[in-house]
């Protein structure tokens, strides 16, 4: 009888322990697999009605439990009450959305006579069907919402699923899962593939079971899936470097407010956080002053406190965090606000005449830390934009809506926000990075589009 390895899971911010999941054996993944690939033809098989209302009892038990879920989510992963109740119900909006959207989603039809030669006795049709099974591995940061925004649309369209969570995450997904489970989710059709992405990671994604493969998570781990994964259709939501330019101060309040919830929202934990500003060397002052002057808001704290800034995931990630702001500091940049840590507490810090050259004008730091570049001219900050090795997303702030319009037509970004921060949401949105933010697009109708195929049915007619 095999021994069977578990995962302790222990709240950041505390150090208490929470639960522990197992650590899948290979033997038990191929299992796992087995069972996958023999219960999605039978799913396919249900209509569209049986399997919206599946979700929408899944969303319904996510909205009961909303605050029990939350509590665990804010524990977990040591984000804020508030935000992890915003993330539960967000989930069980998605999900409804999900379950209402593929009813709508219709195929095309064809003639034969609309190609030159062709017969109008031949008519064909396409409609969606199913890829079979899909791998979904989600991040820590959103370990409910990033998670059923790949299964809800796995299941949708006829799909099994292999869900794959982030081991720091894992036991909200246990909960995600287990409210899936009392909607009704027939035995086996999604399966949780616990245990370390480092130990059974590349064993998954090269499992020839696997039909599609949805990844959310860092650069460095999508690009080594991209390259083992085997030929099947794959969607990669990456990193992020998400710059803000500033083209006047008109609206300044406003500025002001979506910068510090941009840049310092969830500890700065956001794929879409706000990670570099661009102003006019011509506004800059006034704009670091104003800045400055509302850092006291950002609030710093335990995760039940509802703090903005609560203690990054792990001592690893708030180890990078500051080794960025050391390098910078090194470099001549200027500490406005911060740099202050109690063990993974990192102060939000505000770096001003950050330059090119310091490694946090490019690496993604994901935590608190926001640096300013001052740029000469717009033109400067639409090179640096482009010149980042991520593409994910842009905010330009202004007046003038034509400069604005002018610059976001310049951005290589997989999507601009005007007079906004750059975030994911609304979840229908379609949400893609470029270069190294992802390949493929999310947002749920893509995300449909994405777990399924078209596939054509030819008429003959013979008469
Ligand atoms: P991560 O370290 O890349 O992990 C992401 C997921 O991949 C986790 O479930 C992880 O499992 C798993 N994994 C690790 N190694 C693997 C392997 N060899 N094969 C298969 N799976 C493997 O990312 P994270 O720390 O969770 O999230 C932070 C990063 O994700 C940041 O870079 C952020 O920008 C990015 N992100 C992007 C988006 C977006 O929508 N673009 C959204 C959220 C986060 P373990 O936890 O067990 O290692
Ligand atoms: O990093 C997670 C990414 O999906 C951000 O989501 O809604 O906070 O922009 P959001």
């Known amino acids: 009888m095999q021994i069977q390895d578990i995962i302790t899971l222990y709240a950041p911010a505390t150090g208490e322990a929470l639960g522990s999941v197992p650590a899948l054996s290979t033997q038990q993944i191929d299992t796992m697999m087995t069972t996958a690939t023999h219960k999605w033809p039978e799913w396919s098989q249900t209509t569209l009605e ?13 909205r009961r439990d909303a605050e029990k879920i939350a509590v665990l989510v804010s524990k977990e ?13 967000r989930t069980a909006d998605l999900i409804d959305y ?15 006579d609309q190609f030159p030669g062709g017969s109008q006795r031949k008519i064909a049709f396409s409609h969606y069907v ?20 790949k299964i809800a649309p796995a299941l949708m369209m006829g799909n099994s699923v292999i869900f794959k969570p982030a081991t720091q995450g894992a036991l909200s997904g246990v909960a995600l899962i287990d409210a899936l489970i009392e909607a009704g989710l027939p035995k086996g059709l999604v399966q949780l593939a616990t245990g370390r992405g480092s130990v059974i990671g590349d064993y998954i994604v090269q499992h020839p079971a696997i039909n599609m493969i949805s990844f959310t998570g860092s650069v460095g781990i999508g690009r ?12 990669h939501e990456l990193g992020g470097k998400d710059a803000a330019i500033i083209t006047d101060l008109a609206n300044e309040k406003h500025i002001i407010s979506e910068l510090i919830s941009g840049a310092f929202g969830y500890s700065g934990q956001r794929c879409t956080a706000i990670k570099r500003i661009f102003v006019l060397d011509s506004l800059a002052d006034q704009l670091v002053s104003s800045l400055q002057a509302a850092m006291p808001t950002v609030t710093v704290g335990l995760p039940e406190t509802n703090a903005m800034v609560t203690p990054l995931i792990d001592t690893k990630s708030a180890d990078f965090v500051q080794e960025l702001i050391d390098d910078a500091i090194n470099q001549g940049a200027t500490v406005l606000f911060g740099n202050t840590r109690e063990g993974n507490l990192l102060s939000p810090t505000l770096l001003d005449n950050v330059t090119p050259a310091m490694r946090v004008a490019w690496e993604e730091p994901f935590g ?14 639409i090179h640096l ?28 970004v997989g999507t601009v926000n005007i007079n906004g921060r750059s975030e994911r949401g609304p979840d229908h949105f379609p949400f893609s990075g470029i270069k190294n933010s992802g390949m493929g697009v999310q947002g749920i109708r893509r995300s449909l589009e994405s777990m399924s195929r078209q596939q054509m049915t030819v008429l003959n007619i013979q008469k």
């Open 98 to 112: 999900v379950a209402d959207d593929a009813l709508r989603m219709i195929g095309e039809a064809y003639r034969g």
């Open 224 to 235: 080594h899936i991209s390259g083992l994964a085997a030929m099947i259709p794959q969607v």
């Open 50 to 62: 049986t399997r919206s209302n599946l979700l929408k009892r899944w969303s319904a038990i996510l």
């Open 130 to 149: 199913p890829l079979g099974v899909v791998l979904a591995i989600s991040p820590f940061n959103y370990p409910i919402n990033l998670a059923a925004a």
């Open 385 to 412: 934009t482009n010149e980042s090795e991520f593409g994910l997303q842009a905010s330009i702030f202004g007046s003038n809506i034509d400069d604005i319009f002018s610059i976001a037509q310049k951005l290589q």
């Open 77 to 89: 992963i040591s984000k804020a009450y508030a935000d992890s109740l915003k993330e539960v119900i």
């Open 368 to 381: 608190p830390v926001l640096p300013i570049i001052r740029v000469a001219s717009i033109d400067e900050a």
